[in-house]
């Protein structure tokens, strides 16, 4: 089992940043790979960003591409995502996912945290 600890969300303007982060417990945090979803009120949930074990590669969903980043430490068995240039029809709750490949995880995740709320007011 991995637990998964999301913080970070909060209420900002557009056009400014946030990093979330998730803080993993429980078996190796470095044996998986880790992504971002988020779910908007009334929306299904969608595929943010991954990144593989080591970190060394990447996915982006196209919307976020150059305005969000992965990243990991393995040593601190956490996560983080990197949100700038952020838009109102960024709001949502964002969620961590843990899974085996940056690229089988877009599609099925093994473990997720519970969310943190982020808000982009206008």
């Known amino acids: 089992q991995v637990q998964l600890v999301e913080s970070g969300g909060g209420l900002v303007q557009a056009g400014g940043s946030l990093r979330l982060s998730c803080a993993a417990s429980g078996r190796t945090f470095s044996n998986y790979a880790m992504g971002w979803f988020r779910q908007a009120p009334g929306k299904e949930r969608e595929f943010v960003a991954s990144i593989s074990l080591s970190g060394s590669t990447t996915y982006y969903a196209n919307s976020m591409k150059g305005r969000f980043t992965i990243s990991r430490d393995n040593a601190k068995n956490t996560g983080y995502l990197q949100m700038n240039s952020l838009k109102p029809e960024d709001t949502a709750v964002y969620y961590c996912?843990?899974?085996?490949?940056?690229?089988?995880?877009?599609?099925?995740?093994?473990?997720w945290g519970q969310g943190t709320q982020v808000t982009v007011s206008s």
């Open positions: 996912a843990a899974g085996p490949t940056a690229q089988s995880i877009i599609n099925k995740s093994d473990y």
